[in-house]
């Protein structure tokens, strides 16, 4: 099998690990670091603890990359997170600041805004965090959309009043033609933000790649690819098993969202009907804990390489193969499983000597 020489690093998802507090968050950052993963990335949901105050717990004591994976700008005016990401630089000794932006999962999101154009809203946010954090004054006006949704003021200008101590680097983590396609012309690399085990199956993530990188190659540039690999590891296979679904609960809409032909839902092994029926159920006000009762063990191995180290270890090494086959730089174990602490050991002592 194909071995994977790119970086490895591990994402934090708040909704998943709610069970950690602050400090639980930051030792377990830690032990990553210890481990040898390259980069933390935290993602971004409404009602569980704020992203921008774990990226900044992290960076206040651990030495190691951090990112957004992804940050939803819907639940941030961009003024303050220009704010708030100029002064986590100063947190971050110097390291680059990885900005993962989308417009939030099909699930949860919609049930707190209203995602309005999503494409204007990604790339006008970038465009502006990318000016400010870079020092730059710039009028609002320039932001028509922003200006519109957030009320600013159409004659106002802005400039940070200090100087960020990092480099930023943006990302797209948006699946569909149109998001790939703008995340090739304004964005550093794309995110494959916990899609990347279906796509593959579906025999979609090649051309993905490749709409967005012919969009960059038009603005002569090349971009970085990284690939969040849901994983979901335990020293027992019901644990392991049982953990992810309420993620798969959101996650699996993107289907419908993206257009699965019945084709492609048989090569899933999945029926329709099943996700039309998780779509109901969060439209009617589901909480995410609620619709996870809909996940079937089968829909989860749509989504997750889940089981014991052993049971896994193959189907990530398949995974990462694949992955560097298709250019990625860097992969994400994400989700990783019920107990961090478990599953960051399990993955650094059983599964990643296998993959070098």
């Known amino acids: 099998m194909a071995k994977y020489h790119g970086e490895l690093g591990l994402q934090f998802v708040m909704h998943l690990a709610n069970h950690y507090t602050l400090r639980d968050l930051v030792r377990l950052a830690q032990l990553g670091h210890d481990k040898g993963f390259s980069q933390i990335w935290v993602n971004d949901n409404v009602r569980y603890r704020n992203q921008m105050v774990v990226l900044a717990a992290i960076a206040s004591h651990v030495p190691i990359r951090l990112g957004t994976a992804i940050m939803v700008p819907y639940f941030h005016n961009p003024l303050d997170i220009a704010d708030a990401f100029g002064a986590l630089s100063e947190l971050c000794e110097g390291q680059e600041i990885s900005v993962g932006v989308a417009r939030g999962d099909l699930g949860q999101s919609p049930q707190h805004v209203q995602p309005l154009k999503p494409i204007a809203m990604v790339r006008e946010t970038v465009q502006l965090l990318r000016r400010a954090l870079h020092g730059e004054e710039f009028a609002y006006a320039d932001y028509p959309f922003l200006i519109d949704f957030y009320r600013l003021n159409?004659?106002?200008?802005?400039?940070?009043?200090?100087?960020?101590?990092?480099?930023?680097?943006?990302?797209?983590?948006?699946?569909?033609?149109?998001?790939?396609?703008?995340?090739?012309?304004?964005?550093?690399?794309?995110?494959?933000?916990?899609?990347?085990?279906?796509?593959?199956?579906?025999?979609?993530?090649?051309?993905?790649?490749?709409?967005?990188?012919?969009?960059?190659?038009?603005?002569?540039?090349?971009?970085?690819?990284?690939?969040?690999?849901?994983?979901?590891?335990?020293?027992?296979?019901?644990?392991?098993?049982?953990?992810?679904?309420?993620?798969?609960?959101?996650?699996?809409?993107?289907?419908?969202?993206?257009?699965?032909?019945?084709?492609?839902?048989?090569?899933?092994?999945?029926?329709?009907?099943?996700?039309?029926?998780?779509?109901?159920?969060?439209?009617?006000?589901?909480?995410?804990?609620?619709a996870s009762t809909l996940v079937s063990d089968h829909m989860v191995r749509c989504y997750y390489a889940a089981g014991t180290p052993e049971e896994v270890r193959d189907q990530i090494i398949e995974l990462t193969g694949a992955a560097g086959e298709l250019g990625y730089d860097h992969v994400a174990f994400a989700k990783l499983g019920p107990d961090y602490e478990e599953a960051i050991n399990l993955l650094a002592n059983q599964v990643v000597p296998a993959l070098r």
Not at 205 to 233: D, H, P, Y
Not at 248 to 254: D, E, N
Not at 275 to 281: E, F, I, S
């Open 154 to 290: 159409p004659k106002g200008k802005f400039k940070l009043a200090f100087e960020p101590q990092s480099t930023f680097k943006f990302y797209g983590g948006g699946n569909g033609p149109q998001a790939l396609r703008m995340c090739g012309r304004v964005m550093d690399g794309l995110i494959s933000s916990g899609t990347y085990i279906p796509m593959l199956k579906a025999g979609r993530q090649k051309g993905m790649l490749e709409t967005a990188e012919s969009a960059a190659a038009a603005s002569g540039k090349k971009l970085r690819k990284i690939c969040e690999l849901n994983v979901s590891i335990a020293k027992t296979h019901d644990d392991a098993m049982n953990f992810p679904r309420r993620q798969v609960a959101h996650s699996i809409l993107q289907w419908e969202a993206l257009g699965f032909t019945p084709e492609e839902y048989a090569r899933m092994g999945v029926q329709r009907e099943q996700v039309l029926k998780l779509r109901d159920a969060f439209e009617s006000g589901a909480t995410v804990e609620q």
